[in-house]
């Protein structure tokens, strides 16, 4: 009797050991959390561009392209400049060979040229060279180290071009070195240099032409398309100032300054075979000036100035 309690109460431990592991619940297990993935952006060294990122810039077919060992391995040899060890190395081309050749570094951007700047170039750096060559030619390219930005160049590279116009005579242009910051190709953007001010030599008057007799002047205010014809006693005091004002001339070839601004009046001279003599004012109007046909031997177009109050006075007096 005593065994079958013994056996039964065996049995009912039994049971209820399987009943609690049935309803136990248990404790779910956190996931072990996967590290995040971090793409390392691309950087210009390792992007995969074409031979020629860049387009040719003159008729000298000047390049620029990322340099590596397979674009290299096609020259036997080549000049070399590193700036900065941890920069961008860059290779520049030239189909032809070219005289005075510089890398230089870009300061000082000023952007906004108005439409009235001859060269139609939309940037001016004081630039400041860093490496030059006598001659750069196609069979033995530049190689620069150098740090590269996608929003303000900051490098750049100049070299002198030969104008056939007709007499032969150089001019230096300069080319800024930018990277996209799209697909981080290379570009070679031409700008304008801001070189120091020369030496200008006193003339009389604005006039091209004092002496040649004219039609009719009219002016063109600021945000008005509209040109006012002078009355005979307003034009013939107009072309006396213009005639006689004290005015200097920016030498040619060798200037090296820039006159460019948004004219507040725009004069012209009318003259009996439909030739026009233009006159432009800059933005305060008291300064007056004109082409005068030339270029300095790195561009730049020449030109006379002169001020007046007097003239400023009778152009803003017209209704």
């Known amino acids: 009797m005593r065994q079958k309690w013994l056996a039964l109460f065996v049995a009912l431990l039994l049971l209820a050991t399987l009943v609690a592991g049935c309803t136990t619940t248990e404790t779910p297990t956190a996931p072990t959390p996967t590290p995040e993935v971090i793409e390392t952006p691309d950087t210009p060294g390792a992007l995969e561009v074409p031979t020629d990122s860049s387009e040719a810039v003159t008729d000298a077919g000047v390049r620029a392209h990322f340099a590596t060992d397979e674009f290299l391995s096609r020259f036997d040899s080549y000049h070399e400049f590193v700036e900065d060890p941890d920069g961008v190395r860059v290779v520049i081309t030239t189909e032809v060979s070219i005289e005075h050749f510089r890398f230089s570094e870009l300061r000082l951007p000023r952007f906004g040229l108005s439409e009235w700047d001859p060269p139609h170039l939309t940037e001016v750096y004081e630039v400041w060279d860093l490496y030059w060559l006598d001659e750069l030619t196609p069979e033995q390219p530049l190689v620069v180290t150098l740090m590269l930005q996608c929003l303000i160049p900051v490098r750049g590279i100049a070299f002198a ?159």
């Open 161 to 319: 071009s030969a104008v056939d116009a007709p007499d032969m005579y150089y001019v230096d242009l300069y080319f800024a070195i930018g990277i996209s910051g799209y697909d981080g190709s290379l570009s070679l953007r031409e700008f304008a240099s801001r070189l120091p001010s020369s030496p200008r030599a006193a003339v009389t008057g604005l006039l091209a032409e004092p002496e040649r007799v004219w039609t009719g002047i009219y002016v063109t205010r600021e945000v008005e398309a509209y040109a006012y014809q002078l009355h005979v006693e307003a034009a013939v005091e107009v072309h006396e100032i213009l005639t006689t004002m004290e005015a200097e001339e920016v030498l040619t070839p060798f200037h090296y300054e820039r006159q460019s601004s948004t004219p507040k009046f725009i004069i012209e001279i009318r003259y009996g075979d439909e030739v026009i003599e233009t006159i432009l004012t800059t933005e305060g109007g008291m300064n007056f000036f004109r082409w005068s046909g030339t270029y300095g031997d790195h561009g730049d177009p020449g030109f006379v100035w002169g001020f007046s109050e007097e003239l400023f006075a009778i152009l803003s007096a017209i209704h």
